[in-house]
């Protein structure tokens, strides 16, 4: 059974930092795509980012381009969401999803889903 786990949310200032990380099991995770999605409260749930089996590839939506990283480690079948410069706009709970295919921002692509980690960015 494929089961993905996000931690390392919480409560930041504005200008502030954090990572996530995506542990993932049952799966053999060299083979997946892994994409971070984020939902604020009323808001439809929105692609943050995106990186590719090998890692060597990523994908950003505007939103987020040049003050969030993702990356990736295969030994330990985990991705990680560093975040900089974090706006109270970038509270949301995140959600890391995983699937065969190649990248996309769409996330009715995705099979399989964490249950989130709530980002607080107060003002």
């Known amino acids: 059974q494929v089961q993905l786990v996000e931690s390392g949310g919480g409560l930041v200032q504005a200008g502030g930092s954090l990572r996530l990380s995506c542990a993932a099991s049952?799966?053999?995770?060299?083979?997946?795509?892994v994409a971070w999605f984020r939902q604020a409260p009323g808001k439809d749930r929105e692609f943050v980012g995106a990186?590719?089996?090998?890692?060597?590839?990523?994908y950003y939506a505007e939103s987020v381009s040049g003050r969030f990283t993702i990356s990736r480690d295969n030994a330990k079948n985990t991705v990680y969401l560093q975040m900089n410069s974090l706006k109270p706009e970038d509270t949301a709970v995140y959600y890391c999803?995983?699937?065969?295919?190649?990248?996309?921002?769409?996330?009715?692509?995705?099979?399989?889903w964490g249950q989130g980690t709530q980002v607080t960015v107060s003002s």
């Open positions: 049952g799966l053999t995770f060299r083979y997946y795509t």
């Open positions: 990186i590719n089996r090998s890692g060597g590839t990523t």
């Open positions: 999803a995983a699937d065969s295919e190649p990248p996309t921002y769409d996330s009715g692509r995705y099979d399989n």
